[in-house]
């Protein structure tokens, strides 16, 4: 491991992107004295991780507020559709993406919560050059509320599957929160498909080293087993159930995203649509309870360095280092880890695509370009023999 502080090194490619300053004011956040928390911990405990997926689900007890409806100055925004865009069918299950462009590919991937819906602002810009496809994953946005026991596992087969069947060339996967770590994952599965990376304020977490193995599960008596554990799950689908009730209404939503969105300009009677109307799903409660209990109970067996350590391609870090949930210190170690990362540390919360889209367009653009993904013309690959 490299424990270098650099932004580039000598086997990134040659990003150079130009210093920009974006001041942004929130009454509801208090801008840390410090960005970079030494002390603080990347690890995402199942408490954590849970808490977070009530939030991005719009669990809030703060007073709504009026919403903006004006798409970004000088933006193209992708045309909300309620009946979605394109649908293809995996496993037996109908998923939803948009695809915009021509070019070299890129797939992007929403975070917990979301859906395609939330690269609006991406998606048109990256379309001037490349074919960009967004997809949502199995459970969230337009894709079906499938009735399965959730697993990241789950969802990085989607987005293998997804490449090898839809995209069908080598392309560059984007994800933010939950929707980085399975950009990840896939990227580790897939080394021949996958050409480069792109985590946004990403889920996931460092393994421990001293982690001692739970014995209390290995040792699981008769108790725990029959009477315990029911009484538990009775107790967590009861409280659950009632969180997700609460959740979908579009007041709590609205106000959860403005405390995530340190500029909350962006949140819009769009953004609040997009989360909300998935959520009338007669399914959506009991996929709710199912990602909440059982996904984030076994999510600590993928690491973030059992999957970096499998990494072969280049790495960009698009970081909001003024994120509530996920801190400037988890960039930093990946970099340490992964020398073969580029950083940009952007000054917006959870969700900086959404939030800053214009900075994270010209990033994203500048980093793409130095990987030389464009196909070549017509006329160099005519055989001159």
Request: hydrophobic share 40%; with cysteine; glycine share 6%.
């Amino acid at each position: 491991m490299s424990s270098s502080s650099s932004c580039l090194t000598s086997s990134t490619p040659s990003f150079r992107l130009k210093k920009q300053v974006f001041l942004l004011h929130s009454r509801k956040f208090s801008t840390p004295s410090r960005l970079c928390h030494p002390g603080s911990n990347n690890q995402i405990s199942r408490r954590g991780i849970a808490l977070r997926g009530i939030v991005a689900a719009g669990i809030s007890a703060m007073e709504p507020a009026s919403v903006a409806t004006k798409p970004v100055q000088g933006l193209d925004r992708l045309t909300f559709k309620p009946e979605g865009y394109n649908f293809w069918t995996w496993r037996d299950h109908r998923i939803h993406y948009v695809v915009q462009g021509e070019g070299p590919p890129i797939v992007l991937v929403h975070g917990f919560g979301a859906s395609a819906f939330h690269w609006r602002y991406n998606i048109p810009e990256l379309a001037k050059k490349y074919k960009v496809y967004a997809v949502d994953l199995l459970g969230f946005g337009w894709s079906e509320k499938a009735l399965i026991d959730y697993d990241a596992i789950i969802w990085r087969d989607q987005v293998v599957d997804f490449i090898n069947e839809i995209v069908k060339e080598p392309a560059v996967v984007v994800g933010n929160s939950l929707g980085g770590f399975t950009a990840l994952a896939t990227a580790a599965s897939l080394p021949d498909k996958v050409v480069g990376v792109v985590l946004l304020n990403s889920a996931g977490q460092f393994g421990d080293p001293n982690a001692k193995p739970d014995e209390t599960q290995v040792e699981a008596n008769i108790l725990e087993k029959f009477i315990i554990k029911p009484l538990k799950d009775i107790f967590q689908r009861v409280f659950l159930g009632f969180l997700f009730w609460q959740a979908k209404q579009p007041a709590r939503i609205e106000s959860v995203l403005k405390s995530v969105y340190i500029n909350s300009s962006n949140v819009d009677d769009y953004l609040v649509e997009s989360i909300t109307q998935p959520a009338t799903d007669p399914k959506a409660s009991e996929v709710y309870y199912r990602l909440m209990s059982r996904f984030m109970s076994n999510q600590r067996k993928y690491t973030l360095d059992s999957l970096l350590s499998q990494l072969s391609c280049p790495l960009l870090l698009l970081w909001g280092d003024l994120d509530p949930w996920v801190g400037p210190t988890k960039a930093i170690k990946i970099k340490e880890f992964y020398p073969n990362t580029t950083v940009v540390n952007l000054q917006a919360g959870h969700c900086p695509h959404d939030e800053v889209p214009e900075l994270v367009n010209s990033a994203l653009l500048e980093w793409l370009s130095s990987l030389n993904l464009e196909k070549p013309s017509l006329s160099t690959t005519v055989n001159m023999s």
